[in-house]
């Protein structure tokens, strides 16, 4: 059975897609992002799905392309913000090695910019982006088998801390 050997989860802001790039880099294994997934697989871009369909449309794309990247994907693979908030994903999230990378708001404020790409931040950004981690982090922790806190650290730290937190990406 193929499987990933890390899954990333986290809010936006957090490092999720650049993290995973680097750590996958390191292992020498493939990376995938689900929301990429969803863009390809649909020729727009998420804030478009979002826009033009409704984020209820978005989520069952997003629900779809976790499932098929658990079951296909054998690196690292990142998953959207918000993917974590269907019961579907959270379940099949279960024995997975999943890496929440926490973010504090100020970090993520400065990471994201004013996310004029980003369909859940329109209006006041930093109230926005306070809500989503208030809101998220209790059900990124649910599925975390492993949690590294972001903030202040440079992307090469974060990765260092990944690989350590959990133990150089093999199964086991």
Do not use: C
Not at 42 to 68: M, N, W
Not at 109 to 125: C, D, E, H, M, Q
Not at 138 to 146: D, L, N, Q, R
């Amino acid at each position: 059975m193929t499987a990933p050997r890390l899954v990333l989860v986290g809010t936006m802001g957090a490092g999720k897609t650049s993290v995973g790039r680097r750590v996958a880099q390191a292992w020498e294994v493939g990376f995938r992002d689900t929301d990429r997934d969803i863009e390809v697989s649909e020729g727009r871009s998420v804030s478009d799905i979002f826009v033009d369909s409704g984020e209820a449309h978005f989520r069952a794309l997003e629900r779809a392309a976790v499932l098929r990247a658990l079951a296909e994907h054998d690196g690292v693979l990142a998953l959207g913000g918000g993917a974590v908030l269907d019961e579907v994903t959270r379940s099949a999230l279960v024995g997975h090695r999943v890496v929440f990378l926490r973010v504090g708001l100020g970090d993520a404020a400065k990471r994201v910019g004013l996310g004029t790409s980003r369909p859940l931040l329109l209006g006041n950004v930093r109230g926005r982006i306070k809500q989503l981690i208030d809101e998220r982090t209790p059900v990124y922790e649910s599925v975390a088998t492993h949690v590294v806190d972001t903030d202040g650290l440079e992307i090469e730290q974060v990765v260092e801390q990944v690989r350590t937190a959990v133990g150089g990406g093999r199964h086991e």
